[in-house]
């Protein structure tokens, strides 16, 4: 009887408050019940069940196999995404997001898998002796120069002391950066690697060599930029990779190096995520351990003075001052090139003078103790080479340093650069065709164009430039009165006339000639922005040129001038003996009357002349302010590489 009614209470619907069920028992309370009263269940599978509500909600499918995978799947793919950001140096901010999408879809998986995701182990931290405490570490920043060097010094010692050389002795870089920027110009999809080298000629591993300019390290990842003389190019460390051939090498690399430094790294060349063309470096080796650090990228280095005293940090700091010095090679280079393919020879000649000559300028003095010898440096190239057309040379020049001791501005120096070129046979009209075309092709070649910026200014080079005789130019800044050279009775009135038109100092002038070159020089030669050559000069201020042949008063020579100064000296050379002795005479006795810059005779250039020269055009360009003008430099300490300065008191 008893059976039966069991039977029937489980066999009834789940309407009543209790029932029994066929499982074990699912508590503790339970387990003792049944325990204590065996009689009361006569079947042992049969459990007490928890009462069943009426209106019950339908429990959620299970999920499938197939659901688990796709979050597996999910999760796999958003952690490859996490490591890779952190292989490009993503910021702790911009990642958390990431990491929280990460942690979302494991949760995810949890939940359907029914499993919690496991914490790691708990380590148990072992007990260590108290430390003392040491003196918090500072920042470069903080640091003074003093403690920057104690520092770069002390790591000089480490990398001694690990058996690493500081100052290695040679090193074989096979790239460059513009090199490599060329070659995977357009190649290589962001986050791809150029494993095997198929977009570059280079064998084996790229290497590359120059100046650590910035470090970002970022726990096991760290990127550098490095500059070379083409320019910069990210390198990569990793630390397991710089540890596959050594590893200490990605500890070392962040203990012993410093901004400053020269390294060389060798590996293979990739973009990031973020397309920046990158060498991902298997190794990397000190070449020079800088002992200074660079000098602050906003705030170091903007004094002109200082830039100028300190021209190493100015060309490692400034990509700008670096091109112009490139650039001013070029010049060079193509001014050499153009005067060999026209069959002119370049001759050297002294530099120390008995007496100086070729120009008015005051000289600088020196002393030969051994031949007991007063010595003067030289002021112009001009009189020696002139011996050498007299020898037999038909073309000559030379391109080398003249020294003056005069004042310093933005447009001189004391010591400057010049080209000296003289051609026989040849006349100042010859020299002026030659001038367009050497400057043209200089511009060609380096600004890749005749048409250039200079400051506020757009210069065109295009040939035929602009040609006016002095006397011309005068006249339209004074178009009231009319110079006459020959006349000596009107020097009052143009000095009157001058003076109006406000040029200073005309009061000791003794000529009209001087009187027409002051007017040229103060109101003329600053408004002469495009190229501009001014012709046919007063005799007076051209000792060493012909006579014009059909203008009394006037020799065959002329200027060149260029965003208001001037860029070139010509003449058609003067060949008679009698005239030049005459001339330096004149110039002798306004050195005896205190005129520093005015010449003696020189008896030895009156000599070879007497033995005849051939008609000679000659032609002097001052390098530096052609340089000044085809980079677009304001001062010519710009691109005087080390140019004279006071002490740094």
């Known amino acids: 009887m008893m059976a039966s009614t069991l039977l029937l209470a489980i066999l009834r619907p789940a309407t009543r408050t209790a029932a029994f069920s066929f499982s074990r028992p699912s508590s503790y309370a339970a387990q003792r019940s049944l325990a204590s009263h065996p009689a009361q269940l006569p079947w042992p599978c049969l459990s007490y069940a ?8 339908a429990e959620k499918p299970a999920a499938t196999s197939e659901d ?72 470069e920043s903080e640091m003074s120069i003093n403690e920057l060097r104690e520092s770069r010094l002390g790591k000089v010692n480490a990398m001694r002391d690990a058996g690493a050389e500081p100052y290695a002795y040679v090193y074989d870089p096979n790239r460059t950066a513009s090199q490599l920027a060329k070659e995977y110009e357009g190649k290589l999809e962001p986050g791809e690697e150029d494993v095997d080298g198929e977009h570059t000629s280079v064998e084996g591993e790229i290497a590359v060599a120059g100046r650590i300019m910035a470090r970002r390290v970022f726990g096991k990842l760290a990127f550098y930029t ?70 602050d990228k906003y705030h170091g280095l903007q004094d002109i003075s200082k830039r100028y005293r300190n021209r190493h940090l100015d060309l490692i700091v400034n990509p700008s001052v670096r091109d112009t010095f490139y650039k001013r090679a070029k010049i060079t280079s193509s001014l050499r090139r153009q005067l060999g393919a026209k069959g002119y020879l370049e001759i050297e000649t002294p530099v120390l003078h008995t007496q100086p000559g070729g120009a008015e300028a005051k000289p600088f003095e020196t002393y030969h103790n051994t031949m007991d010898m007063d010595l003067t ?100 800044e004074m178009p009231d009165f009319e110079f006459n050279l020959n006349d000596p009775s009107t020097l009052d009135a143009a000095k009157a006339a001058a003076t109006a038109a406000g040029v200073p100092d005309v009061h000791r002038l003794t000529t009209v000639g001087y009187v027409l070159n002051a007017c040229f020089e103060e109101l003329c030669e600053p408004k002469l922005i495009q190229p501009t050559f001014v012709i046919d000069y007063p005799v007076e201020v051209s000792p060493l040129s012909k006579p014009h042949r059909t203008k009394a008063g ?32 004149a110039q002798a006795a306004k050195k005896e009357a205190g005129d520093e810059e005015a010449c ?30 085809l980079t677009d430099s304001p001062s010519i300490r710009d691109v005087i590489a080390f140019p004279l300065l006071k002490p740094d008191v």
């Open 554 to 585: 006037m020799v065959e020579r002329f200027e060149l001038f260029a965003t208001g100064r001037e860029m070139a000296n010509s003449f058609s050379e003067l060949t008679d003996p009698v005239d030049q002795r005459e001339r330096f005479e």
């Open 377 to 476: 440096l030289r002021i112009a190239t001009e009189l020696h080479l002139k011996r050498l057309i007299i020898g037999g040379f038909p073309r000559v020049y030379e391109l080398g340093r003249i020294f003056r001791n005069e004042g310093i501005s933005t447009r001189h120096n004391p010591e400057f650069t010049s080209v000296e070129l003289y051609e026989a046979y040849a006349d100042y009209e010859d020299m002026m065709n030659l001038t367009e075309e050497l400057v043209c092709g200089m511009a060609s070649e380096v600004c890749d164009s005749t048409t250039i910026p200079y400051g506020e200014h757009s210069i065109s080079l295009e040939r035929p430039w602009r040609r006016v005789t002095m006397h011309d130019v005068v006249k339209e």
């Open 68 to 139: 688990i995978a796709a979050v597996e799947a999910q999760i796999a793919t958003k952690g490859s995404e996490i490591r890779a950001l952190k292989d490009d140096g993503i910021a702790k901010p911009e990642l958390a997001p990431h990491v929280e999408e990460l942690l979302a879809l494991k949760a995810k998986l949890a939940a359907l898998t029914g499993e919690p995701a496991a914490a790691p182990p708990k380590k148990e931290k072992k007990k260590q002796p108290p430390k003392k405490k040491q003196p918090a570490k500072k920042d």
């Open 50 to 57: 928890s009462p069943t509500r009426l209106f019950s909600t």
């Open 226 to 295: 490095l500059q070379d003389e083409t320019g910069t190019i990210q390198l990569q460390f990793d630390k397991k990779r710089l540890g596959e051939r050594d590893a200490e090498s990605f500890k070392n690399l962040k203990a012993w190096t410093d901004s400053g430094d020269i390294i060389g790294a060798k590996g293979t060349i990739r973009r990031t995520d973020k397309g920046e063309l990158t060498l991902y470096a298997k190794e990397w080796t000190m070449l020079t351990k800088s002992a200074m650090p660079l000098p």
């Open 600 to 629: 003696d005779v020189d008896e030895e250039f009156l000599s070879a002349l007497e033995q005849g020269m051939p008609p000679t055009g000659g032609l002097g360009i001052g390098i530096d302010r052609l340089v000044m003008l």
